[in-house]
């Protein structure tokens, strides 16, 4: 069984890579987020719709939702401790079709 290409992190945005506009959103070389216990994730190549992108700042503390896929990591949902929320519907139906064309098969 291959492993939920989805998965959230939980901490402290600690660094923000070069990012730049792209296909209707923001890339991102690099999001680095410390989760509670002290672990460290750098997530490379990361793309986001621009009222995700938003919400993306250093110190930002909460709840952020990746997909991996192909080589990048897509931000589908970002719950901030304090109050902004916002989710990528758009990436959430095309993992759900995805899904459901493999299942399919």
């Known amino acids: 069984m291959k492993p939920c290409p989805v998965f959230p992190v939980v901490g ?14 923001v890339l991102y070389r690099y999001i680095e987020i410390s989760e509670k216990g002290g672990r460290v994730r750098r997530l490379t190549i990361v793309r986001a719709i621009e ?5 993306i700042e ?5 709840m952020f939702l990746f997909w991996e896929r ?3 990591r897509r931000l589908w949902c970002v719950d901030r ?9 758009e990436a959430v139906r095309a993992y759900v079709q995805q899904r459901d ?5």
């Open 58 to 62: 250093q110190h930002a503390v909460g």
């Open 81 to 89: 401790a304090d109050g902004p929320k916002q989710v990528d519907f």
């Open 51 to 55: 009222a995700l992108a938003a919400l």
């Open 101 to 105: 064309r493999r299942d399919a098969g």
């Open 70 to 72: 192909q080589g990048e």
């Open 12 to 25: 402290t945005i600690t660094a923000v890579g070069a990012s730049m506009l792209d296909k209707g959103g």
